[in-house]
């Protein structure tokens, strides 16, 4: 990587080597199954019993209120489904609450259940920055409401949404309602204390904080009531079957506690280069904004409508010149789609297409910044001469 510039670390991030370190004796030495009863799988239990204590203790949970799983989604998806079908089951209640501007794993959750299970949705609307007004998704709630789901932030535009503010006055309205939160992208920057925080349920995924791709955790508050969606054995307490990967567990645990160890540095460091993009790219090029909310947002994140520059093209002149970026999510990116998050801020189209997501991390350094400085503004021109039909 010596002569490329990383700037998407909100899409993924590399493994930290201490976290590989930590994580290669549950490969090599204590790779038994953690439900054996012999010695090598007993080693392996004690290691998951002691991942789980620690992520409890960051969210400032019970052990056994973490469930392991595979990643973001799939712990997005378990509280969403699993809290909802309960619901269901139980009272009967049948409607959910979410916001206009969700990652897709919420999103599309939310439509599953909808298509499949006979539930009602209630889509807020966000304001030009992408806040959630609590007032608002409060005036959602409804005596059935089963979940709302709120971000804790958001992976495209880095808004802070007023997640303790919208838990406490949903539990106003409807004490049993479940409250999520998606806090993959808030993991490892943003604090994480449940108790604070208010909501029944939290998901996490590792490869947002220097943890390998492929493991996720869910906070789920004792007493919430979940269907299971993975049946199987008796892991996770029968919530989440599948022999568990206590290698990547373990490499979860160790970068969480390295995030929030080092958390003042790792935020000083990577909010003071976020800033220095903010300030380069709308400085030096005309028309271009910064989306999301100017102070209330995610540390790391730095993210651009232009006006009149398609987004795709900006990446692709960007790409060879050695810097990654994005633009609208990971996921919408490698589509001409326009992002639904920038629509529901409300951005007119031709600037809607022109986004660029910058997003630091504990490896970019300040040259990293002044390159992209430096080659964005000819780009800028290039991919606009190209893409007449979208100026103005
Ligand atoms: N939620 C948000 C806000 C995200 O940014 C992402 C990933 O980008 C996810 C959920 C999904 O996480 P994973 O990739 O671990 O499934």
């Not at 490329?4 to 080597?17: G, H, R």
């Not at 290698?247 to 000083?268: D, F, H, P």
């Not at 102070?295 to 006006?307: C, E, G, H, K, Q």
Request: net charge negative; hydrophobic share 40%; aromatic share 6%.
């Amino acid at each position: 990587m010596a002569d490329t510039v990383y700037l998407d670390n909100a899409a993924t991030t590399p493994v930290d080597p201490r976290v590989f370190e930590a994580m290669r004796p549950f490969w090599i030495e204590t790779w038994g199954n953690p439900s054996s009863v012999y010695a090598v799988g007993r080693r392996a239990r004690r290691a998951l019993d002691n991942a789980r204590d620690r992520c409890a203790q960051i969210l400032n949970a019970r052990a056994n209120e973490i469930i392991f799983t595979g990643c973001g989604s799939e712990s997005d998806n378990l509280a969403i489904k699993g809290c909802a079908m309960a619901m269901a089951e139980q009272r009967g209640w049948r409607h959910v609450v979410t916001s206009r501007v969700e990652h897709h794993a919420v999103l599309h959750a939310c439509e599953w259940l909808a298509q499949h299970m006979g539930f009602e949705i209630t889509y807020v609307d966000v304001d030009g920055y992408g806040r959630v007004d609590p007032a608002d998704m409060t005036a959602a709630v409804r005596p059935d409401t089963a979940v709302v789901s709120i971000m804790y932030a958001n992976n495209e535009v880095g808004t802070i949404e007023p997640v303790a503010e919208i838990a406490r006055a949903v539990k106003a309205v409807n004490p049993l309602t479940v409250v999520h939160t998606d806090a993959v992208q808030a993991g490892g920057l943003l604090p994480l204390d449940v108790e604070a925080l208010g909501v029944d349920a939290l998901a996490l995924s590792g490869h947002k904080f220097y943890a390998p791709k492929g493991v996720g955790l869910l906070y789920l508050r004792r007493g919430t009531p979940l269907v299971h969606l993975l049946s199987g054995g008796g892991q996770e307490r029968g919530i989440r079957a599948g022999t568990e990967n206590v290698a990547y567990i373990v490499g979860m645990t160790v970068a969480l506690e390295l995030a929030y160890a080092e958390l003042s540095q790792r935020v000083a460091h990577v909010s003071a280069l976020r800033d220095r993009l903010i300030d380069g790219v709308t400085s030096r090029i005309d028309g271009s904004q910064l989306t999301g909310h100017p102070t209330d947002r995610m540390p790391n994140s730095a993210s651009f409508a232009i006006d009149g520059a398609d987004g795709e093209s900006l990446l692709l002149n960007l790409d060879q010149e050695g810097i990654y970026a994005s633009s609208g999510s990971a996921c919408t990116s490698g589509t001409l789609e326009i992002s639904h998050v920038l629509c529901a801020l409300g951005l007119p189209e031709a600037q809607a297409r022109g986004s660029l997501r910058l997003t630091t991390g504990v490896r970019t350094t300040e040259g990293d910044v002044e390159r992209l400085i430096d080659v964005l503004p000819a780009i800028v021109e290039r991919v606009r001469e190209v893409t007449p039909s979208l100026v103005g």
